[in-house]
């Protein structure tokens, strides 16, 4: 039996090479600082990398909210994440919630962010960080860093205008305003939006049938998807050569071919 990460502020199951990441800090609308959900989360993205036995990541929230991101209580007060001087400070987004984007960039496996709630600041960034969003009726998202005289310190707005776009990102970084998930849907955000009982099922529908492609083969494939966002065409088709010779020369390669030839009619 796999063994799985102990956590501290997050459940974490594994079913038929789906793993599922619930965000388990309701009493702080799932917080990320002030909160064990930092070390949770980068816990998870590592285990996923060394567990053979996962081919996507779901993440989700428990109870109302997605996640609200940084903790007001402690900005307000200048404790937690957000105390000491510029450098001090800073050193604590390096050392704190900035290892989330990092993180969830090497994560080798597809992830679905299945949004049930708000997903607010550092908690939409943190919805951005994932391949393929699919939001519950009820989901809001907004990009309100500007709203608390702060920037996204946490890389949102590098996640987001690869998503939507440099025009839409900036109108809602600068606007700071709440985007219902009709809206979200329309702009890319999100892919799919569904009623609020529907959602995990959905997402786990989805990561059920990405499940079931080989292994190996997926991962070297979400390798591709993510170096094609930063390499010139000819260097990423000499990756591709190199990976697609260590797919050809895998086990699971013809055993999918094989099922192929079955279900064609032609074995």
């Not at 309701?26 to 993205?45: E, K, M, P, Y």
């Not at 993440?59 to 994440?81: K, Q, V, Y």
């Not at 050193?91 to 597809?110: D, N, S, T």
């Not at 608390?148 to 939507?164: C, E, K, N, S, V």
Request: glycine share 8%.
């Amino acid at each position: 039996m796999t063994k799985l990460p102990q956590l501290t502020d997050a459940q974490l199951t594994l079913n038929e090479r789906v793993a599922l990441l619930t965000l388990d800090r309701h009493d702080v609308r799932n917080a990320l600082t002030g909160t064990h959900l930092i070390d949770d989360l980068v816990d998870v993205a590592e285990w996923v990398n060394g567990c053979e036995d996962v081919s996507v990541l779901v993440i989700t929230g428990a109870g109302s909210a997605f996640s609200a991101g940084g903790n007001i209580r402690d900005m307000a007060e200048r404790g937690g994440d957000f105390a000491g001087d510029v450098a001090e400070c800073a050193e604590r987004y390096r050392k704190g919630i900035q290892r989330i984007p990092l993180a969830m960039q090497a994560v080798e496996v597809p992830v679905i962010a299945a949004v049930n709630g708000p997903a607010i600041g550092a908690g939409f960034d943190l919805a951005n960080m994932a391949d393929i969003r699919i939001a519950s009726d009820s989901a809001a998202f907004g990009e309100t860093f500007l709203n608390l005289g702060i920037i996204p310190g946490d890389g949102g707005a590098w996640f987001l205008q690869r998503l939507i776009g440099y025009q839409r990102a900036a109108e809602l970084t600068f606007s700071g305003r709440i985007v219902q998930a009709a809206e979200a849907k329309q702009l890319g955000i999100v892919m799919e939006v569904v009623p609020a009982e529907d959602l995990l099922p959905e997402a786990l529908r989805l990561a059920s049938q990405i499940a079931r492609q080989p292994p190996k083969a997926t991962r070297l494939t979400k390798r591709l998807m993510t170096m094609a966002q930063r390499m010139e065409l000819k260097d990423f088709l000499d990756v591709c050569a190199c990976f697609q010779g260590m797919s050809h020369n895998e086990p699971e390669h013809l055993e999918a071919v094989e099922r192929m030839l079955v279900a064609m009619g032609r074995k």
